[in-house]
Every structure is written in C-alpha cells, then in structure tokens.
C-alpha cells in the first residue's frame, strides 16, 4: 500500500475439492472488533482507512478463516 490509499481488496481461497466453501470471514487487527462475515464469494473490499487514524498503521494483520459445508 502507498500513503494516502484508503481502500484496498482481499481475495482468498478454501483449498477444499470434496465440499464447496460455505463463507468466509476476516479480521483486521486493530480495525474490527468483530469478524466480517462474507458469504458466497472469496473477497471483501476493505475501505474505511483513513491517514489520520491509528487503524491506518501498516503493522496490521489480518486474518481469514475458510468454513465448508461439511
């Protein structure tokens, strides 16, 4: 990311072959407080960081977990 960006994507992948994914969900350390839930597809679109916000620091980590229907 470059100063100044306010919004960038996430695109994931469940390496499951046997069930298809049932969704996804992410967590930005810092910026959400609670998991975002995505169903149906395999990417979110993170655009809420500003440069006048702590959650803007680069020293982020995001998390994803992947759940199949099994």
């Not at 910026?31 to 809420?48: G, M, P, T």
Request: overall charge neutral; proline content about 6%.
């Amino acid at each position: 990311m470059h100063p100044g960006d306010k919004f960038f994507s996430l695109e994931f992948a469940l390496l499951d072959f046997q069930s298809p994914v049932s969704y996804y969900k992410y967590q930005i350390e810092g910026f959400d407080k609670e998991w975002q839930y995505i169903k149906n597809h395999c990417s979110a679109l993170v655009d809420c960081l500003t440069a006048n916000t702590p959650s803007a620091s680069p020293d982020k980590a995001i998390r994803v977990h992947g759940r199949s229907r099994n």
